[in-house]
């Protein structure tokens, strides 16, 4: 069965902190790794990772993935209050036809003025 | 476009009810899919379906039903609501060719309560 688990699961820091989000993944036929935002409704996209080593970056945001170590981390720098929500980790595998996501439980980041 | 849109947003039901969630899509992509979210729970997958006619059950489909008769639509179905089934559901789609980003897009969450 793939495993997605994500830590911390929650985190409160101040406006200005860099944080780091954690997610590590047991996916059979592992395709790529997706980081998801989560605020008051649906979640809205923000990276996708299929090879090791390699940073997407999307302003204060940035992500990387091993794919030797199975993990990935999302950073965020100079955290904002609008940065709060939920970031949800997803590993996507490739089987035959099969394009399901398996999900953690997430990182609910709280950032205090 | 309007993406995918969900109805109802909110609904109460009492146990032993039953109800449909409806999603539709306008974006003409072939995968759907019914995911489920309790607090702390990350996101389950209740069922999916890969195209027209053509549906298949996720981590949690105990208690659902789901039909594909055409691209647009993929509902959901409660026929014996339970209060277990209290959640936040999502509804979603994607593209489906090799070159693909992976990304799910999301409709806006329907809250269901079974007392």
């Known amino acids: 069965e793939d495993k997605v688990v994500q830590s911390p699961l929650s985190l409160v820091v101040h406006e200005g902190d860099t944080v780091t989000l954690n997610c590590s993944y047991e996916?059979?036929?592992?395709?790529?790794l997706l980081w998801y935002k989560q605020e008051k409704k649906a979640p809205t996209f923000l990276f996708m990772l299929?090879?090791?080593?390699i940073e997407k970056k999307s302003g204060r945001l940035s992500s990387i993935l091993d794919k030797k170590e199975l993990f990935s981390i999302l950073n965020i720098t100079a955290t904002q209050t609008g940065d709060s929500a939920i970031y949800l980790c997803?590993?996507?595998?490739?089987?035959?036809?099969?394009?399901?996501?398996?999900f953690g439980k997430g990182t609910k980041l709280s950032v205090i003025p | 476009n309007a993406g995918v849109t969900q109805t109802p947003k909110f609904r109460i039901l009492k146990i032993g009810q039953s109800m449909t969630l409806q999603c539709a899509q306008d974006?003409?992509?072939?995968?759907m899919y019914w995911y489920r979210q309790d607090p702390g729970m990350g996101l389950k997958l209740i069922y999916y379906?890969?195209?027209?006619?053509?549906?298949d059950k996720g981590e949690v489909p105990n208690g659902y039903n789901v039909s594909r008769s055409t691209t647009e639509d993929f509902p959901l179905r409660l026929e014996l609501a339970a209060p277990s089934q209290t959640s936040v559901y999502f509804c979603?789609?994607?593209?489906?060719?090799?070159?693909?980003?992976?990304?799910?897009?999301f409709g806006e969450g329907s809250r269901l309560t079974v007392l």
């Open positions: 979603a789609s994607s593209y489906s060719t090799r070159e693909d980003t992976g990304e799910l897009f």
């Open positions: 996916v059979t036929n592992f395709r790529s």
């Open positions: 299929t090879s090791s080593g």
């Open positions: 997803a590993g996507r595998s490739s089987g035959a036809g099969s394009y399901q996501l398996t």
């Open positions: 974006m003409n992509h072939n995968y």
């Open positions: 379906s890969v195209g027209a006619g053509i549906t």
